[in-house]
C-alpha cells in the first residue's frame, strides 16, 4: 500500500510560476529517488527532474534555469518550483518515485498526475 499524490496544478500565464507537491504515503521502508516527469498533448512522457536521496538533481535542457526540484524526506514529499512557465510547458506532471516497501521489494511507483496549463 503506496500512494504518490501530486497537487499544485493548474492554470497560470506566460511567465508566471507554480510549485507542484507529491507526497508518499503508505508502507514505505526506503525512498531512493523522487521524479518528476510530464507529458503533453500528443507527446510521449518525458523526464523533467529528478533527485536522489543525497539532494542530487537533474533536469531537462528545456527547464533548467527556471525548474528546481527538492525533497523533504521527513516529509516523504518532492517538489517542484516552477518559474518563467512558457505554453510549452503545458502537460499533465507526474510525480514518480523508487520505493523499497517494508517487508518487500523495490517499486517504481506513479502519481496519478496533475494539469499545468500555461496560457493567456
Known amino acids: 500500500q503506496v500512494q504518490l499524490v501530486e497537487s499544485g496544478g493548474g492554470l497560470v500565464q506566460p511567465g508566471g510560476s507554480l510549485r507542484l507537491s507529491c507526497a508518499a504515503s503508505?508502507?514505505?521502508?526506503?525512498?531512493?529517488?523522487m521524479r518528476w516527469y510530464r507529458q503533453g498533448s500528443g507527446k510521449q512522457r518525458e523526464l523533467v527532474a529528478a533527485?536522489?536521496?543525497?539532494?542530487?538533481?537533474n533536469y531537462a535542457d528545456d527547464v533548467k534555469g527556471r525548474f528546481t526540484i527538492s525533497r523533504d524526506g521527513a516529509k516523504n514529499t518532492v517538489s517542484l518550483q516552477m518559474n518563467r512557465l512558457k505554453p510549452e510547458d503545458s502537460a499533465v506532471y507526474y510525480c514518480?518515485?523508487?520505493?523499497?516497501?517494508?517487508?518487500?521489494?523495490?517499486?517504481?511507483?506513479w502519481g496519478q498526475g496533475t494539469r499545468v496549463t500555461v496560457s493567456s
Open positions: 514518480n518515485a523508487d520505493i523499497l516497501r517494508i517487508g518487500s521489494t523495490w517499486y517504481t511507483h
Open positions: 503508505g508502507s514505505i521502508a526506503i525512498i531512493s529517488a
Open positions: 533527485i536522489t536521496g543525497g539532494a542530487g538533481t
